[in-house]
Every structure is written in C-alpha cells, then in structure tokens.
C-alpha cells in the first residue's frame, strides 16, 4: 500500500513538472516566433521606409528569411494601409512611409488591394524607388 | 519485548527530505526560467518601442505624406508626413500639415495612432518646440495656407492664433534690455517682470534692435507706471519711418497700448522709445499682431511666452500608470522662414540688407508608452 502510496506520489510529481515544463517550453516557443516574425516585419518596413526616403533612383538588396521559427509565411501590403503585415499563425505589422509599393517578383500575388507575398524558401529581394514607387524585384 | 516498526522504508526521512529538496529545486529552475523569459520580452519590447518611436519621428520630418497636399483633406489621409511637398527637402516642414495633425489627433487619437504606429498596442504623444527653449517665436508669423483667421489648440492647450493667414506674434521686450539708452535708470522691483524696470525721464531715450518675423499690423503695448496727476506719453520710433504714441495713465503698474496697430515689415528694426515730459517707468514692451490680445488681465504680467506652454503637445500624453516611455528627438524647420529670407540668409530691406537670425527650427519629441 505504501509502495503504491509512493509510487502514485512520485507519477504525480513528475506529471506536475511534465506539465509545466510543457507549457514552458510553449511559451519558449511562443516568445521565438514572436521575436523572428517581429524582426522579420521590422526589416522589411526598415528597409522599404529607407528606399522610400532616400528619394527616386536608389535601389539596395536585402534578404527575406525562408521561414519563421520552421513554418513558411506571408507578407501583405494594403493600398490604403501605411503598413507592412507579416503573417504566420501569429501576424505582426510594421508602420511604412508609402503606400506606393509595387511587387514585381514572381512570388507576389496582386488581389484587389492587397499585394501578398507567399515565402518558403529565402528570398533576396532587390527594392528600389522609381519616381515615388517602390518596386519589389527578385534580384538576379 | 521490543516493539517492531510496522511502517516500511519508503516513508523515511531521507525519501521526504529528498523529495522537498527536489521541488524546492524545481521551484527555483521555473523561477528562473520565468524571470528569464520575462527578462527577453520586456528587452523584445522595448526594442519594438524604440524601433517605432524612431521610425515614426523619423517618417513626421521625412516625408511629406500621402496625398502629398494631404492637410487640405485631412480626413482623408493616408500616410501622415509633416514636410513640405514644394520644399523637396527632408526636415523642411509644413506648417499647414503640423496644424492639421493636432488637429486630426485630437479629434480621433485612436485612427490616428493606428495610422501611424501600425498598431494599437501603445500610445503616442508628439511635442513641437522651438529650439529656443525659453520661447514660442520659431512659430510667430509663419504664413498658413489653410486658416485665415481663427485659433487651433493642440492638446496641452497651447494656441496658434492665426490673423490674416499668419500665426501672430507676441514680441516681447523687457525695458531693461535695451541696446543703446541715454540718460535712464533701471531700478529692482521685486514686483515687476523680470525684478527690474527702467526710469525714463524728459529726454532719456532706449533703443531696441527687434526683429520682426514677418509683415504684419502691429499694435504696441507697454506696461507702465507714472507718479502725479497728468497721464504721461511715451514716443516708440520705429526707425524713424513712424512713430506709435502710448498714454501711461495710471499711478499702479499697467498695461496701455496704442489706439490702432501699423504696419511693420520683415527685419530688424531699431525701435526708439522716448519720453516727451515728465517721468514714468517702464517694464516692458510688446509688439502683436493679435489684435485681440490684452495682456493687463493675464497672469505673469502677460508675457505670453511664460503663461502659455512653451511647447505644442499633441496625442496622449498621460503617462502615468505606462510601464514603458520612449521618446525620439528630432529637429526640422519650417518652409515659410520669413518672406523673402532663408535661415541664416542676408535679407535685403529697402536696399539695405540685414542679418536674419530668425530661428525657425523646431524640435519634434515624438514619445510611445505603453
């Protein structure tokens, strides 16, 4: 009886700390998707902000990771949403100084007013301003 | 004979000491775990705070928006820029486009932040100031497309008095800070402007270089006191083109001003104040183009760069209870400089050119809390 007493005692310990080790690692998680899906929105409105005041002529590259924490995501701009939002379970937006973005690579999407930007694999994007517009170009 | 424990080992000491070590050790791994975690969100947060903080300041002096003519349908507005579309510079700003984002700020903060911040997670307040910390004058006489005659408050209650397109100017001078006098005196009067005040008697002369920010309809008060019956004038020459007459009536400190307001040009002035007979004293002087002002029933003796909050704040700014403050600072200037003059550009009056040193740079606090 007091084998069984123990031995109960122990399962249930172990169960409590399975549990909160559990939800933990959930949160852990949680908190890593955030980060890489905030940083990921923060590049792309860091670097479409920079083109976009630099003035008409400029172009750079930058690189847009493959995934967010192992799952693929999406990039949408709206016409009328001075904003950039990056969308993966979780979705996470980032102001922008133009509206005036047109996506030229073969992954975009153009639907109404929204322009999407379906990522599964790492992308280089080339970004320049044409005359107050910014382009999205796949970089060759 | 010997009693013979029934219990078995399993229930000893050592099993329940071991076992409330092991948990007072797994309470303390999830502490730190916990405080760990809290540690990279808090940091996470703040760095999201700055980054928008930045980003936002740095979009209001960089862009002129979206409608570039944004500020003529402001309801309308799609991204919020505060430059000037014709200046093509970055920091040049729009004066029309700063009024009118008071304006839509106070009226729906929240669409606003939303707009601007990309969420609405936090709020926002931004605060304009002139580079002068002790004064309002970088905004005095700016020329506004969009309001010819009215007032626009932002949320602190600081006021733009807008008079014939321009905002109004309070020049203000204290009698003692003259450049050139003759025969005065400055007398220390706890009770006065700035604890000082000057003497002027039959013949005595001051002269004050001013610089006036732009054209305008002036009016000159000046506060005054006098000792006998007979009310006294005060002769102001403004550089000998014309002359304003103010009658000091009173016995007790006050306020008098001219009947009509004249106009003065842009530039520097040298304006002479004289007296025509007996004695007076004399505290200080103001020139405005807001006729309507009347500094004898305002408090700190209606200098209006004391009572009035030095610095237009715009947005929420109750931040009491916010676990996170973060400001960006960034300075601009304005398009409409002064007619005809650019910062530190010659200005030529009448074929006589002048040093302008009229300060039109703005400093833009842009804070997020949450």
């Known amino acids: 009886m007091e084998f069984l007493i123990s031995i109960s005692l122990v399962l ?30 923060d590049t792309i409105a860091e670097n479409i902000n920079e083109i976009s005041s630099v003035g008409n002529g400029y172009s750079q590259f930058f690189t847009l990771p493959g995934e967010i924490y192992g799952d693929s995501y999406t990039v949408e701009f709206y016409k009328n949403e001075p904003a950039v939002f990056v969308k993966s379970g979780m979705t996470w937006s980032s102001p922008l100084f133009t509206t005036n973005i047109t996506c030229l690579m073969s992954i975009c999407e153009t639907s109404g007013d929204i322009t999407r930007i379906n990522l599964n694999s790492t992308k280089k994007v080339r970004i320049s301003n044409h005359e107050g517009v910014v382009y999205l170009e796949d970089s060759i | ?47 999201e705070i700055n980054w928008i903080s930045e980003t936002t300041a740095e979009q209001l002096v960089r862009i002129p928006g979206i409608p570039k003519d944004w500020w003529k349908n402001p309801e309308n507005v799609t991204v919020l820029g505060l430059v000037d579309a014709d200046g093509g510079y970055n920091r040049i700003l729009d004066i029309d486009k700063l009024l009118h984002f008071s304006n839509i700020t106070n009226k729906n903060y929240s669409i606003v932040r939303n707009k601007l911040l990309g969420t609405g997670k936090y709020n926002f307040y931004a605060e304009f100031s002139c580079l002068n910390d002790s004064n309002r004058d970088c905004f005095s006489g700016i020329y506004v497309d969009s309001l010819y005659n009215g007032n626009l408050t932002c949320s602190n209650g600081f006021n733009f008095s807008v008079i014939n397109n321009r905002i109004s100017s309070y020049l203000w001078k204290e009698a003692e800070g003259y450049d050139e006098q003759f025969g005065t005196s400055t007398i220390v009067d706890g009770t006065v402007s700035n604890s000082e005040y000057v003497k002027v008697g039959a013949d005595d002369w001051m002269l004050y270089n001013i610089s006036f920010p732009a054209d305008g309809d002036y009016k000159l008060w000046a506060r ?73 029933d305002k408090p700190d003796f209606g200098n209006f760069n004391i009572m009035q909050p030095i610095s237009c704040i715009t947005g929420n700014y109750s931040t009491e209870n916010s676990i996170l403050i973060v400001s960006d600072t960034k300075t601009a200037t304005f398009s409409d400089v002064a007619e005809g003059c650019n910062p530190s550009d010659i200005c030529l009056r009448d074929g006589v050119s002048q040093p302008h040193n009229w300060d039109r ?7 997020v809390w949450g």
């Open chain 1, 12 to 41: 249930i310990i172990f169960m409590i700390m399975g549990i909160v080790i559990y939800q933990k690692y959930v949160g852990v998680t949680d908190t890593k998707i955030d980060i890489a899906g905030r940083h990921t929105a």
């Open chain 2, 1 to 47: 004979m010997k009693r013979i424990n029934k219990r078995g080992q399993i229930f000893t000491f050592d099993f329940i000491f071991a076992t409330g070590i092991f948990l007072v050790i797994l309470a303390g791994v999830i502490y730190l775990w916990d405080s760990t975690i809290y540690g990279i969100d808090s940091s996470e947060k703040n760095y």
């Open chain 2, 224 to 296: 005054c006191s006098k000792t006998g019956a007979m009310s006294r004038e005060i002769n102001v020459e403004v550089e000998n083109v014309f002359s304003f007459i103010v009658e000091c009536t009173s016995n007790d400190w006050s306020w008098t001003s001219t009947s009509d307001a004249k106009e003065v040009k842009v530039g520097w002035h040298l304006v002479n104040l004289s007296k025509t007979s007996d004695w007076v004293n004399l505290d200080a002087i103001l020139f405005t183009t807001d006729l309507s002002y009347n500094p004898d």
């Open chain 2, 361 to 367: 740079t703005i400093r833009l606090k842009f804070v």
